[in-house]
């Protein structure tokens, strides 16, 4: 039986830096289809089902997130699209938790809302509605209510929940326990008393309450915040609003202070996959500890993870190393150092490098395209359009471009006239010209290479007239 009141909330809107090279600000840590065709975003989706239908499934993201997230999903062919809010930047969990309470009781309704990450594994998805059930019936007292994960191990990245001896209830067979205290990341010399403890549960990320309840405790707890929300509510700016909210999570800002904060043990088969070495809880090692995905020959290493996608990679006696490597950066370091990933990140991010914002092949809802080399003035594609697919109807102001077929069949709109070449023809586009590729062939790729040129070369020197993947 679906829920009904419930909403979720799947707040998707970092880029995973944890995760570079894989992940980049274009092609974020929650589209990373890590186990196989599904993307963790799409695996948070579905997961839900039937418990809460698409139409209640709020996606938290920002602009610069938005679209890839979007396409994405048009890509998959979902039944009806989850619907979006949009924070203009993020601000951590606690601002996007409450513009989304704000949101959702724009109409007069409380629905119960809950709140998921969009890049965590969850092995019983089943098991997790049947938790979020119980949950809710205990967030209708009032409660905010969290899943904790019983530790595995002295882990030194996780947030920790310390419960009280009392018991609020039991809900068909399911404990409810009353938080005591939530506990920032620890050294392993304190996470290692906690597991002994016995007290102690991973803060898992995963929250159920009322909107309104949610809502009165940041009003308590964060009155800042709550005022700035209100003023979004009442038709202020969000962009003016945001730049005066000061970045908080909810753990910090409202769940740490709060009263009324009771814990659910997630039996579910929880893993945050928040960093290269956290994939051990998501694959199973082979009988020397490692982890191998792709085109790897590996000589004699142990307890070590190795990824490769185009290239082959050659590894000889590595012991407790990652390896990362796809076409345009590779990632090598020790596992004990996989959280600095991000401090790469930064380093990337504040020197203009390309490869922190997006992989040389981009995947499109018609298909994809490739970087193949870049200089000043001009740049060479490698351009492949599924079958009966079709890219915008567009013009560039800055560049010209330059088609050639490599297979299949290209329909090609230039201006006013249409016309169709095939392999080892081709065609141009002049600067400031209506244009359109498209793919006639129901079961064939095309695949074309195309040279830009021109005083700017970027992907933002583009104006769309007609977009069947409503684009703007």
């Not at 038709?235 to 740490?256: A, F, H, Q, R």
């Not at 790729?445 to 021109?454: F, K």
Request: include cysteine; aromatic fraction near 8%; charged fraction near 30%.
């Amino acid at each position: 039986m679906r829920g009904k009141h419930l909403h979720a909330i799947i707040l998707a809107g970092g880029s995973g830096t944890r995760f570079w090279p894989l992940s980049r600000l274009e092609s974020p840590k929650q589209l990373l289809k890590l186990t196989g065709e599904e993307s963790l975003l799409e695996l948070t989706i579905k997961r839900l089902t039937p418990l809460i239908p698409l139409e209640r499934v709020h996606i938290v993201t920002n602009p610069s997130q938005e679209e890839s997230i979007r396409l994405y999903l048009l890509d998959r062919r979902f039944a009806t699209l989850p619907q979006f809010i949009i924070e203009p930047f993020g601000r951590n969990t606690a601002p996007a938790i409450g513009l989304s309470a704000v949101r959702l009781t724009e109409s007069g309704e409380d629905p119960t809302m809950v709140v998921l990450p969009s890049d965590h594994m969850v092995k019983r998805p089943s098991t997790l509605r049947r938790l979020i059930r119980v949950a809710s019936r205990v967030a209708e007292e009032g409660w905010l209510v969290t899943f904790g994960v019983r530790p595995a191990c002295p882990e030194t990245g996780y947030g920790y929940i310390k419960i009280a001896s009392e018991k609020i209830a039991n809900i068909n067979g399911v404990e409810v326990k009353r938080v005591a205290r939530f506990v920032e990341k620890p050294d392993v010399r304190r996470a290692r008393r906690y597991i002994k403890d016995g007290s102690y549960y991973w803060n898992s990320g995963i929250f159920v309450w009322k909107a309104s309840a949610i809502v009165e405790a940041i009003r308590n707890h964060l009155p800042a915040l709550y005022r700035m929300l209100m003023r979004i509510r009442d038709g202020g700016s969000m962009e003016d609003v945001y730049t005066k909210i000061e970045p908080v999570s909810i753990d910090t800002g409202v769940l740490e202070r709060a009263r009324n904060v009771a814990l659910i043990e997630a039996d579910f088969g929880w893993s945050d996959v928040g960093s290269w070495s956290s994939l051990e809880c998501v694959f199973r090692p082979d009988e020397r500890g490692n982890i191998i995905k792709g085109r790897v020959v590996d000589v004699d290493s142990k307890n070590s993870f190795i990824i490769a996608q185009d290239r082959l990679v050659a590894t000889i006696g590595l012991e407790d190393i990652i390896v990362a490597d796809t076409p345009d950066a590779t990632l090598v370091c020790r596992k004990d150092r996989a959280q600095d990933v991000k401090k790469v990140v930064e380093i990337l991010k504040s020197g203009g490098y390309r490869e922190f914002q997006i992989h040389r092949t981009v995947e499109r809802p018609w298909g994809s395209y490739t970087v193949l080399e870049q200089g000043d003035g001009y740049k060479i594609k490698k351009i492949r359009v599924e079958p009966s697919k079709r890219l915008s109807l567009q013009l560039h102001k800055k560049r010209s471009e330059h088609w050639i077929v490599l297979s299949g069949r290209a329909r090609i709109q230039r201006g006013e006239e249409v016309m169709e070449i095939g392999a080892n023809q081709s065609t141009y586009i002049p600067k400031g010209v209506k244009h359109r590729l498209e793919n006639p062939s129901p079961t064939e790729p095309l695949e074309i290479i195309e040279v830009q040129a021109g005083s700017y070369v970027e992907e933002d020197d583009i104006e769309r007239f007609d977009d069947d993947f409503q684009r703007e």
